[in-house]
Protein backbone atom coordinates (compact mmCIF):
# COMPACT_ATOMS: atom_id res chain seq x y z
CA UNK A 1 0.00 0.00 0.00
CA UNK A 2 1.01 3.38 -0.70
CA UNK A 3 0.46 5.78 2.07
CA UNK A 4 0.75 9.89 3.16
CA UNK A 5 1.06 10.82 6.58
CA UNK A 6 -0.15 13.91 7.05
CA UNK A 7 1.54 15.38 10.09
CA UNK A 8 4.86 13.94 11.11
CA UNK A 9 4.69 15.25 14.43
CA UNK A 10 4.89 12.56 17.15
CA UNK A 11 2.58 10.18 16.71
CA UNK A 12 2.57 11.20 12.79
CA UNK A 13 6.50 10.04 13.12
CA UNK A 14 6.01 7.11 14.71
CA UNK A 15 3.04 5.81 12.99
CA UNK A 16 4.74 6.51 9.49
CA UNK A 17 7.92 5.46 10.24
CA UNK A 18 6.85 1.40 11.60
CA UNK A 19 4.31 1.72 8.28
CA UNK A 20 7.25 2.12 6.26
CA UNK A 21 8.25 -0.92 7.18
CA UNK A 22 6.04 -2.67 5.06
CA UNK A 23 5.14 -0.07 2.81
CA UNK A 24 5.78 3.01 0.56
CA UNK A 25 4.70 5.81 2.88
CA UNK A 26 5.68 9.75 2.62
CA UNK A 27 5.92 12.00 5.61
CA UNK A 28 4.28 15.71 5.20
CA UNK A 29 6.42 17.62 7.94
CA UNK A 30 7.77 20.59 9.43
CA UNK A 31 11.13 21.85 7.58
CA UNK A 32 13.37 20.56 10.50
CA UNK A 33 12.00 17.04 10.41
CA UNK A 34 11.96 16.59 6.62
CA UNK A 35 15.56 17.86 6.54
CA UNK A 36 16.60 15.02 9.27
CA UNK A 37 14.07 12.55 7.52
CA UNK A 38 15.58 13.18 4.14
CA UNK A 39 19.42 13.02 5.15
CA UNK A 40 19.32 10.09 7.50
CA UNK A 41 16.03 8.39 7.80
CA UNK A 42 13.92 7.86 10.92
CA UNK A 43 15.06 6.45 14.02
CA UNK A 44 12.31 5.28 16.28
CA UNK A 45 13.33 4.08 19.63
CA UNK A 46 11.59 2.65 23.26
CA UNK A 47 12.05 2.89 26.51
CA UNK A 48 10.46 1.15 29.33
CA UNK A 49 8.95 -2.43 30.14
CA UNK A 50 7.83 -3.96 27.21
CA UNK A 51 8.65 -1.00 24.86
CA UNK A 52 12.13 -1.33 24.78
CA UNK A 53 12.27 -5.40 23.39
CA UNK A 54 10.52 -3.69 19.97
CA UNK A 55 12.72 -1.18 19.11
CA UNK A 56 15.19 0.37 17.79
CA UNK A 57 13.96 0.03 14.43
CA UNK A 58 15.18 2.51 11.14
CA UNK A 59 12.73 3.13 8.49
CA UNK A 60 13.35 5.25 5.53
CA UNK A 61 10.28 7.15 4.14
CA UNK A 62 9.56 9.77 1.97
CA UNK A 63 9.51 13.18 3.32
CA UNK A 64 8.09 16.50 1.79
CA UNK A 65 7.29 19.76 3.46
CA UNK A 66 4.33 20.32 1.02
CA UNK A 67 0.94 18.43 1.17
CA UNK A 68 -0.21 19.06 -2.19
CA UNK A 69 -1.26 17.10 -5.72
CA UNK A 70 -0.06 13.97 -3.33
CA UNK A 71 -1.61 10.70 -4.64
CA UNK A 72 -1.36 7.21 -2.44
CA UNK A 73 -4.05 4.48 -1.89
CA UNK A 74 -4.29 6.15 1.72
CA UNK A 75 -3.79 9.58 3.36
CA UNK A 76 -3.29 8.99 7.83
CA UNK A 77 -4.07 12.44 9.13
CA UNK A 78 -1.82 13.39 12.32
CA UNK A 79 -2.35 16.79 12.53
CA UNK A 80 -3.81 19.08 15.77
CA UNK A 81 -7.26 19.18 15.29
CA UNK A 82 -7.25 23.11 15.05
CA UNK A 83 -4.85 22.25 11.59
CA UNK A 84 -7.52 20.11 9.98
CA UNK A 85 -9.26 22.50 8.07
CA UNK A 86 -6.04 23.31 6.38
CA UNK A 87 -4.71 19.77 6.41
CA UNK A 88 -8.22 18.90 4.26
CA UNK A 89 -7.69 21.98 1.50
CA UNK A 90 -4.32 20.47 1.06
CA UNK A 91 -5.19 16.87 0.35
CA UNK A 92 -8.50 18.03 -1.72
CA UNK A 93 -5.55 19.20 -4.30
CA UNK A 94 -4.38 14.99 -4.20
CA UNK A 95 -6.08 11.43 -5.26
CA UNK A 96 -6.54 9.14 -2.66
CA UNK A 97 -8.64 6.09 -1.73
CA UNK A 98 -9.37 6.21 1.62
CA UNK A 99 -8.42 9.34 3.94
CA UNK A 100 -7.92 7.70 8.02
CA UNK A 101 -8.25 10.37 10.40
CA UNK A 102 -5.81 9.53 13.96
CA UNK A 103 -6.62 12.92 15.71
CA UNK A 104 -7.73 13.47 19.28
CA UNK A 105 -11.23 15.40 19.64
CA UNK A 106 -14.14 14.72 16.74
CA UNK A 107 -15.07 16.81 14.39
CA UNK A 108 -12.16 16.53 12.60
CA UNK A 109 -13.98 13.37 10.21
CA UNK A 110 -16.30 15.71 8.84
CA UNK A 111 -14.04 18.59 8.23
CA UNK A 112 -11.82 16.23 6.28
CA UNK A 113 -15.00 15.09 4.23
CA UNK A 114 -16.76 18.06 3.24
CA UNK A 115 -13.25 18.44 1.14
CA UNK A 116 -11.54 15.42 0.28
CA UNK A 117 -13.46 12.98 -2.08
CA UNK A 118 -12.42 10.02 -1.05
CA UNK A 119 -14.10 8.01 1.65
CA UNK A 120 -12.91 9.19 5.41
CA UNK A 121 -12.50 6.53 8.24
CA UNK A 122 -12.28 7.23 12.13
CA UNK A 123 -9.98 6.37 13.98
CA UNK A 124 -7.65 6.29 17.69
CA UNK A 125 -4.30 5.43 18.64
CA UNK A 126 -3.77 4.42 21.96
CA UNK A 127 0.94 4.32 21.43
CA UNK A 128 2.46 6.79 23.26
CA UNK A 129 4.86 9.03 21.06
CA UNK A 130 7.74 11.75 21.67
CA UNK A 131 9.51 13.78 19.53
CA UNK A 132 13.05 13.82 20.77
CA UNK A 133 14.17 15.67 18.13
CA UNK A 134 14.32 16.17 14.34
CA UNK A 135 14.83 12.58 12.61
CA UNK A 136 14.07 10.57 15.79
CA UNK A 137 10.80 9.28 17.82
CA UNK A 138 10.29 7.36 20.91
CA UNK A 139 7.52 4.63 21.49
CA UNK A 140 6.82 5.44 25.19
CA UNK A 141 3.93 3.10 25.23
CA UNK A 142 2.77 0.60 22.98
CA UNK A 143 -0.70 0.05 22.72
CA UNK A 144 -3.18 -0.56 19.30
CA UNK A 145 -5.37 1.30 16.54
CA UNK A 146 -8.81 1.20 16.16
CA UNK A 147 -10.23 2.00 12.85
CA UNK A 148 -13.74 2.23 11.28
CA UNK A 149 -16.25 3.63 9.65
CA UNK A 150 -16.63 6.96 10.49
CA UNK A 151 -20.47 6.31 11.06
CA UNK A 152 -20.21 2.87 12.08
CA UNK A 153 -21.05 -0.47 10.45
CA UNK A 154 -19.04 -2.62 8.34
CA UNK A 155 -16.39 -0.94 5.11
CA UNK A 156 -14.59 -2.97 3.04
CA UNK A 157 -11.90 0.05 3.11
CA UNK A 158 -11.34 -0.46 6.43
CA UNK A 159 -10.81 -4.28 6.71
CA UNK A 160 -7.96 -3.18 4.09
CA UNK A 161 -6.21 -0.32 6.01
CA UNK A 162 -6.53 -2.77 9.05
CA UNK A 163 -4.73 -5.39 6.91
CA UNK A 164 -2.19 -2.98 5.82
CA UNK A 165 -1.71 -1.56 9.59
CA UNK A 166 -1.48 -5.32 10.52
CA UNK A 167 1.31 -6.44 8.24
CA UNK A 168 3.55 -3.18 9.39
CA UNK A 169 3.42 -4.85 12.71
CA UNK A 170 1.03 -2.33 14.10
CA UNK A 171 -1.66 -3.58 16.87
CA UNK A 172 -4.83 -3.01 15.19
CA UNK A 173 -8.63 -3.22 15.30
CA UNK A 174 -11.56 -2.80 12.40
CA UNK A 175 -14.44 -1.97 14.64
CA UNK A 176 -18.27 -1.05 13.81
CA UNK A 177 -18.88 1.10 16.44
CA UNK A 178 -16.67 4.29 15.63
CA UNK A 179 -19.17 6.68 16.79
CA UNK A 180 -18.94 4.96 20.23
CA UNK A 181 -15.58 4.67 20.49
CA UNK A 182 -15.18 8.33 19.69
CA UNK A 183 -17.39 9.69 22.20
CA UNK A 184 -15.46 7.10 24.39
CA UNK A 185 -12.15 8.41 23.73
CA UNK A 186 -13.62 12.42 24.11
CA UNK A 187 -15.33 11.16 27.54
CA UNK A 188 -11.62 9.98 28.45
CA UNK A 189 -10.28 13.48 27.75
CA UNK A 190 -12.45 15.27 28.94
CA UNK A 191 -12.14 14.17 32.34
CA UNK A 192 -8.26 14.03 32.49
CA UNK A 193 -6.64 16.29 29.86
CA UNK A 194 -7.68 20.05 31.04
CA UNK A 195 -7.13 19.19 34.80
CA UNK A 196 -3.87 17.76 34.70
CA UNK A 197 -2.96 20.35 32.44
CA UNK A 198 -4.32 23.35 34.76
CA UNK A 199 -3.11 21.54 37.86
CA UNK A 200 0.17 20.52 35.83
CA UNK A 201 0.25 17.17 37.51
CA UNK A 202 0.17 13.81 36.11
CA UNK A 203 -2.63 11.45 34.69
CA UNK A 204 -2.90 10.11 38.35
CA UNK A 205 -3.89 12.65 39.96
CA UNK A 206 -7.99 12.41 38.75
CA UNK A 207 -7.69 8.76 40.63
CA UNK A 208 -7.15 10.81 43.56
CA UNK A 209 -9.35 13.41 46.04
CA UNK A 210 -10.19 16.20 45.22
CA UNK A 211 -9.43 16.05 41.49
CA UNK A 212 -11.38 12.51 41.05
CA UNK A 213 -14.45 13.64 41.34
CA UNK A 214 -13.98 16.71 39.61
CA UNK A 215 -12.91 14.68 36.60
CA UNK A 216 -15.86 11.91 37.05
CA UNK A 217 -17.99 14.62 36.45
CA UNK A 218 -16.48 16.16 33.32
CA UNK A 219 -16.84 12.74 31.82
CA UNK A 220 -20.20 11.77 33.14
CA UNK A 221 -21.21 14.97 31.80
CA UNK A 222 -19.62 14.01 27.98
CA UNK A 223 -21.56 10.33 28.40
CA UNK A 224 -24.67 12.01 28.67
CA UNK A 225 -24.24 14.08 25.67
CA UNK A 226 -23.20 11.03 23.62
CA UNK A 227 -26.51 9.30 24.74
CA UNK A 228 -28.20 12.51 23.69
CA UNK A 229 -26.39 12.57 20.26
CA UNK A 230 -27.61 9.36 19.81
CA UNK A 231 -24.90 7.04 20.43
CA UNK A 232 -24.89 4.51 23.48
CA UNK A 233 -22.18 5.01 25.88
CA UNK A 234 -22.91 4.99 29.51
CA UNK A 235 -21.88 7.06 32.46
CA UNK A 236 -20.47 3.39 33.98
CA UNK A 237 -18.28 2.43 30.82
CA UNK A 238 -17.05 6.41 30.54
CA UNK A 239 -16.27 6.36 34.10
CA UNK A 240 -14.33 2.98 33.64
CA UNK A 241 -12.93 4.12 30.87
CA UNK A 242 -11.69 6.90 32.60
CA UNK A 243 -10.22 5.92 35.17
CA UNK A 244 -8.55 2.38 33.39
CA UNK A 245 -6.50 5.04 31.17
CA UNK A 246 -5.87 7.55 34.44
CA UNK A 247 -4.29 4.22 35.84
CA UNK A 248 -2.24 2.74 33.08
CA UNK A 249 -0.45 5.99 32.41
CA UNK A 250 -0.43 7.62 35.76
CA UNK A 251 2.46 8.68 35.53
CA UNK A 252 2.31 10.38 32.01
CA UNK A 253 1.54 13.67 30.96
CA UNK A 254 -1.26 14.32 29.24
CA UNK A 255 -0.98 15.96 25.53
CA UNK A 256 -3.21 18.97 26.83
CA UNK A 257 -0.79 19.40 29.98
CA UNK A 258 2.28 19.00 27.57
CA UNK A 259 0.75 21.88 25.28
CA UNK A 260 0.68 24.41 28.31
CA UNK A 261 3.96 23.71 29.91
CA UNK A 262 5.13 24.62 26.40
CA UNK A 263 2.95 27.36 25.96
CA UNK A 264 1.21 25.87 22.61
CA UNK A 265 -2.31 26.29 21.70
CA UNK A 266 -4.05 23.26 22.67
CA UNK A 267 -6.99 20.80 21.44
CA UNK A 268 -9.94 22.49 24.10
CA UNK A 269 -11.97 22.61 20.92
CA UNK A 270 -12.18 19.74 19.68
CA UNK A 271 -12.67 18.00 22.98
CA UNK A 272 -14.20 19.63 26.10
CA UNK A 273 -15.22 22.45 23.35
CA UNK A 274 -17.10 20.14 21.00
CA UNK A 275 -18.76 18.39 23.75
CA UNK A 276 -19.81 21.84 24.98
CA UNK A 277 -21.12 22.78 21.84
CA UNK A 278 -22.84 19.55 21.28
CA UNK A 279 -24.70 20.05 24.35
CA UNK A 280 -26.10 23.53 23.63
CA UNK A 281 -28.07 21.94 20.40
CA UNK A 282 -29.19 19.08 22.53
CA UNK A 283 -30.27 21.43 25.43
CA UNK A 284 -28.45 19.87 27.75
CA UNK A 285 -26.27 21.91 30.62
CA UNK A 286 -22.66 20.80 31.13
CA UNK A 287 -21.21 22.80 34.01
CA UNK A 288 -18.07 20.98 34.79
CA UNK A 289 -16.99 20.51 30.90
CA UNK A 290 -18.01 24.21 30.10
CA UNK A 291 -15.98 25.60 33.18
CA UNK A 292 -13.05 24.18 32.00
CA UNK A 293 -13.23 24.81 28.45
CA UNK A 294 -13.48 28.53 29.67
CA UNK A 295 -10.16 27.96 31.71
CA UNK A 296 -8.10 26.79 28.96
CA UNK A 297 -9.66 29.36 26.71
CA UNK A 298 -8.71 32.12 29.01
CA UNK A 299 -5.35 30.70 29.67
CA UNK A 300 -5.02 30.83 25.48
CA UNK A 301 -6.03 34.20 24.80
CA UNK A 302 -3.74 35.55 27.70
CA UNK A 303 -0.55 34.28 25.61
CA UNK A 304 -2.43 34.93 22.03
CA UNK A 305 -2.95 31.75 21.07
CA UNK A 306 -6.15 32.28 19.77
Not at 6 to 20: E, K, P, Q
Request: proline residues 3%.
Amino acid sequence: MNAVVFGAGSLGSLVGGLLAREHDVTLVARADQARAVSESGLQIVGAGEGVADEFPVHSSPSVTTDGTELNADLAVVTVKSFDTAAAAAALSTGSFDAVLSLQNGMGNEATLAARVDAPVLAGTATYGALLREPGVVECTGLGEVVLGARDGGPSTIAERVGQAFAAAGIETTVAEDMPRRLWEKIAVNAGINAVTALTETENGAVLEAPANELARTATRETARVARECGVSLSDRAALAAMEAVAAATAANTSSMAQDLLADRRTEIDAIHGYVVDRAAETGLDVPTVRTLTALIRTWERGRDLR
